[in-house]
């Protein structure tokens, strides 16, 4: 792992998510850019202390020279220094797993993209939400035509955590996300990137055209912290994004409404093993997780049995179980299973730092932009 050090919050849920389901051993670390934070966190977790490192680059020169060296990274640092570190753990042969967004810069994100195929490496993403098995399942009614011709996509997340200015206080999370050299963009890239990926998974419609309101409403902060968008999707589907981290009285309220000529879903991810199911002209159905009436895939995702609560934690563990199973099939030399490679790939990322960087853009402009993308493969 690099980051993830004292105080940081991303690096534990990744570290909770990796051994959840006992596929991945966690062995080594540059946990910060203060080696003594690096050490004190490798002591905390009980490492080796010969191999918990004062710096990402430390690490993969000698990981790499080990003959039981590291098979892959988790990247958990703020947003700036993804790309350094992506970059030269792909070059020493690692495969990659790296939280969103992916790059700071469209430029990165594409040398990422033409590294990871130079490389044969495999390169996950982590939007977690897409590893919630409800949210497959909406993917599977999407796929099978059940909502007939996708007609409006509306996505929102809306949260309250930035709505003074905690940046301010010593807050360390909200100190780096709200700094455009370390975040690059604020509300708009932590959390109207996850809406934007949740979309186009669910969906697989792909961006056309956005028209961007990108606010920044705490005063003196140098950063976005509100965006509301209308989007345009290839084939003539119509959305309406929202990403807020000033909605007071909101906490993590992610979801999103799909509407097609015959029929809709709704999926909460505060309430995320419910999945609302409306046929034209019938009455609403709620499909609930765990239950032998779902897809294959979001049956694939859970591990309880129904009634028995599973979320956050268990979504992201899915993330990296089936990048610990791709990895260790391409170990191996055989093919992963069915559903191993359901997980946000390098190409995810492209597209996500592009539409990230086109709503700035349309923002600043006050205009419709084009947003298609077709990021290198």
Known sequence: ??????????GAVHRMAAALDGTIELVAGAFSASPEKSYQ???????????????????????SARDDGIDVVSIVTPNHMHFPVAKTFLEAGFHVICDKPMTNTLTDAEALCRLVREQDAVFVLTHNYTG???????????????LGVIRKVIVEYPQDWLATPL?????????????????????????????????????????????????????????DDDVS????????????????????GEENNLNIRVHGSEGSIQ??????????????GGPERILKRGNDYLSPAAQHASRLPSGHPEAFLEAFANIYASAARTIAARIAGHEPGEFD???????????????????????RQRKWTDAAYTPPE
């Open 341 to 363: 490679t359901d997980f946000p790939t390098v190409q995810d990322g492209a597209r996500g730092v592009h539409f990230i960087l086109t709503s700035l853009e349309s923002g």
């Open 41 to 63: 966190q490798g002591a905390a977790l009980g490492l080796d202390p010969g191999r918990v490192y004062g710096s990402f680059r430390a690490m993969a020169d000698s990981e």
């Open 132 to 146: 919630y098995p409800m949210v497959k399942e909406a993917r599977g009614i999407v796929q099978g035509g059940r």
């Open 167 to 223: 940046e301010r206080t010593g807050h360390k999370q909200a100190d780096w996300r709200t700094d455009p050299k370390r975040a690059g963009a604020g509300a708009l890239g932590d959390i109207g990137s996850h809406a934007e990926n949740l979309a186009r998974y669910i969906t697989g419609l792909e961006l056309s055209a956005l028209c961007a309101d990108v606010t920044t409403f705490v005063p003196r902060r140098p950063i």
């Open 229 to 248: 968008m209308l989007v345009r999707y290839k084939g003539g589907a119509r959305g309406v994004l929202h990403a807020s981290q000033v909605s007071v």
């Open 1 to 10: 792992m690099v980051g993830g050090g004292p105080g940081a919050f991303i």
């Open 267 to 280: 999926w909460f991810q505060e309430h995320p093993n419910w999945l609302y199911f409306r046929k034209l």
